[in-house]
């Protein structure tokens, strides 16, 4: 199946435990099937989990609905993740 050109699969790199990158090699050695196959399945089937824990209702609700956010109005709605007794005291 040929995609066209606004439907391409993106390339995104991620650094992992080599312990996991083993398992994923076995996997994909003993399946016959690539490692990429199995990362996007598992991306997949994982980022509803980690959009029900990360995202606002609201922001939640848009991306559900096909009508993303642009990325300045998801990020206004979602609070510093890192703010509170975690923030820089350096300065």
């Known amino acids: 199946m ?3 050109a606004e439907n391409k699969l993106k390339v995104v790199a991620a650094r992992v ?11 994909a050695e003993l399946t ?9 399945q598992m991306i ?3 980022i509803g989990a980690m959009e029900d824990t990360w995202l606002p209702p609201d922001v939640l ?4 609905s096909g009508t993303m956010p642009s990325r300045q109005q998801a990020s206004d709605a979602i609070s510093d993740l890192f703010g509170g007794p975690f923030t820089d005291q350096a300065s």
């Open 2 to 4: 040929k995609r066209a």
């Open 17 to 27: 435990d080599p312990q996991i990158e083993q398992r994923l090699r076995l996997l």
């Open 32 to 40: 016959g099937r690539k490692q990429s196959f199995f990362l996007q």
């Open 44 to 46: 997949e089937r994982g």
């Open 61 to 64: 609700s848009q991306v559900r």
